[in-house]
């Protein structure tokens, strides 16, 4: 299976990246996680000849992670997608993705559903587990199995007993990296590299992909890699995730 990090840095573009996004290749879906700038190049990787279907999951709506959506509109897949997200989701993307912004998803030029997940495990078709993180909005985490291998995204949040869960002997914990190393905000809850790491720890996961530079911290590429190096010491099978990089699970 393949994890092709469209867009990787926090809060706004820069010459360093795009906002959040990741695409899974697996073996029967796409998958997406969340839709921030980086989420215009999905085509790059999906064929407009894939039949193959497509789940997109939104963590939360702060638009670092939902503002892609607005080029909904320059895609036709034929297969449609399913976009899930927490409840209330559908009023919420409603408002957004709608006239004067955008173009609203009943005129898309293809078909497009929004669901909401509460909290727990479901099966659609494959297996997902959200739960909620520490964040400033409500913000969900995800468990997947796709192709017997288990992803979990830990997008923006604190430490918190929910991102251990979730990250449970994952084959790959993607994990947000807003903070540099000693930086720390109790009123604006984010990871530092050693946060990411002591989730990575604690739940041994056997991988760990950092995603989420907050752009006005890191301001070059140099200085994930610094991340990198550092922070491998400590957890050998981290790396820090630019635009456009693809992994192999
Ligand atoms: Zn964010
Ligand atoms: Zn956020």
Known sequence: MRVIFLGTNGWYDTETGNTTCTLIDADDYFVILDAGNGFYKIDQYIASTSKKPIYLFLSHFHLDHIVGLHILNKFKFSQGMRIYGQVG??????????????????????????????????????????????????????????????????????????????????DLLIAECSFKI??????????????????????????????????NIYRSLEERIEVQEEMKKVFENLIVAFDNMEMEI
């Open 89 to 170: 989701a559908k009023n919420i993307l409603d408002t957004i993705i709608n006239e004067p912004y955008t173009v609203p998803f009943a005129k898309l030029p293809f078909k497009v559903g929004v669901y909401e997940l509460s909290e727990g495990q479901h099966n659609i078709p494959f297996l997902v587990k959200c739960k909620f993180l520490l964040h400033s909005s409500k913000c969900l985490g995800y468990r997947f199995e796709l192709d017997g291998k288990i992803i979990t995204y830990c997008p923006d949040t604190g430490i918190c007993e929910n991102a251990i869960e979730l990250a449970e002997n994952a």
């Open 182 to 215: 000693g930086q720390r905000n109790a009123e604006w809850q984010h990871l530092n590299p050693e946060d990411a790491v002591q989730i990575a720890k604690e739940a041994r996961a056997k991988k760990m992909a950092l995603v989420h530079f907050d752009a």
